[in-house]
């Protein structure tokens, strides 16, 4: 499963999603001048299984430009560019300009609209994943113009053997890793998912083999780090060495020799781990980790996906935990409501002034309730732009957390668990 960033941009024109490719090949850009200055169109050059396959979107209305990368050498790490409010499209947000970088370092120009300094004009983003990964494929918003533009990303190391995506279960008891003089060659990873245990083997079991134990679910794996280079003797990139670190501090032995990119896969506010995909054959050429809410593992899964933002917000408490959430979501101007948990105890709302303000920081607490045997969200608040903080809900118990995006993205979705309360939560952010 490829992991999402962005989109940046606004909600108008025409929603597009090119899904998930090998890599990119070529990114062809139309470039309106003045005095529209922006991003009218652009096209990608994708690879999937050795063909090539190209999407566009948005009109071209200007001047082309293009970006040519040596896939699968190279590839996409970095988007960046600028947005801003172009009045002569009808006072609309625009994409004014876009900068590619590669793994090898390589930057594209500047493409589209520049400052007299040469910078990219408007409000600068950049869409990145946190650990190198490589960019799969595109989605956003376009018409006349770029409205709006985010982006897949994919695991680290290399883009040969088979596919594997192990999908997201409560988390991870056993880790056990091959690896030989040349590359991590196996990994066994004894997964828990509702009270049972399920195993998965990726790769060729060849060289020493190792293991790491975690006292799970009291214990959780938090952070996947390693290293991934390019071996001349079999003409590839492969995952050289592998590391675990576990929510109490506990990291386990070096599996392999760590050689060439290092890199460490981690939650952005320490969730726990629930899955791997990557590539493997006779080694493993690339690994991803699907990192999860905060809180138990109990309840039943949800995810309300990414919506434009939040306008409110209600929430129930006992004396226990919080049982209950209730969110007011904005999608192209209608609202869409979504509910989860069971309403219990005392219920307190929290409105937002959406757009001018929006959500950026989900923070609360989670504890182990002995009564039920088993973790729940104990407490939650909700923090704006605007600097406004919502009430408490439910009483601060157990260990404190607080989700928020970076760059003070703004709250898009929420996830987690719940049955008859919040057992975990989790919550998409805007990527700037």
Request: glycine letters at 16%; a negative charge; aromatic letters at 12%.
């Amino acid at each position: 499963m490829a992991k999402r960033v962005g989109p940046v941009g606004n909600y108008l024109g025409n929603a597009f999603d090119d899904g998930v490719f090998d890599g990119v090949k070529k990114i062809i850009v139309s470039v309106q001048g003045s005095p529209y200055n922006c991003i009218t169109m652009i096209k990608i050059e994708y690879e999937k299984d050795g063909k090539l396959e190209s999407r566009q979107h948005g009109t071209v209305l200007g001047e082309l430009k293009e970006f040519v990368v040596d896939h699968p050498n190279e590839y996409i790490t970095s988007v960046g560019g600028s947005y801003d409010i172009v009045q002569t499209y009808y006072h609309t947000l625009l994409i004014k300009s876009l900068i590619f970088k590669t793994n090898t370092g390589r930057a594209s120009p500047v493409l589209g609209g520049t400052t007299e300094s040469g910078q990219p004009a408007g409000t600068e983003f950049t869409l990145e994943g946190q650990y190198g990964e490589k960019f799969l494929g595109f989605f956003g918003r376009s018409g006349q113009a770029l409205d709006a533009i985010g982006a897949y990303l994919g695991p680290l190391g290399g883009n040969k053997g088979n596919k594997f995506d192990d999908g997201i279960l409560d988390g991870v008891k056993k880790v056990t890793v091959a690896a030989d003089q040349y590359s991590v060659t196996y990994i066994k990873i004894e997964y828990e998912d509702n009270g049972k245990v399920e195993v998965r083997e990726h790769g060729t079991n060849r060289g020493e083999l190792k293991e790491f134990s975690v006292n799970y679910p009291e214990d959780t794996i938090v952070a996947v780090g390693g290293s991934y280079n390019h071996i001349f003797t079999y003409d590839t990139t492969l995952i050289t060495s592998l590391y675990f670190t576990t929510s109490k501090g506990y990291t386990s032995p070096l599996f392999g020799v760590a050689k060439g990119n290092e890199f460490e896969l981690k939650g952005e506010n320490g969730e726990k781990l629930r899955g791997f995909y990557g590539r493997g054959g006779t080694a493993i050429d690339a690994i991803g980790a699907h990192f999860g809410p905060l809180g138990g593992n109990k309840g039943n899964t949800f995810d309300d996906g990414v919506f434009d933002g939040v306008k409110k917000l209600t929430v129930g408490a006992d004396e226990v935990s919080v049982t209950y959430i209730k969110i007011e979501y904005q999608k192209d101007g209608n609202v869409i409501v979504r509910e989860h948990g069971t309403f219990n105890g005392i219920l307190k709302e929290f409105s937002v002034n959406y757009p001018e303000d929006n959500i950026v920081a989900v923070g609360g607490s989670y504890n182990h309730i002995f009564k039920y045997d088993t973790t729940l969200i104990t407490s939650l608040y909700f923090t704006t732009s605007k600097g406004f903080t919502s009430p408490l809900f439910g009483e601060k118990k157990g260990k404190d957390f607080e989700l928020k995006g970076e760059n003070g993205g703004k709250l898009l979705g929420l996830y987690g668990r719940d049955g008859t309360a919040i057992d975990a939560i989790g919550a998409h952010f805007e990527t700037l």
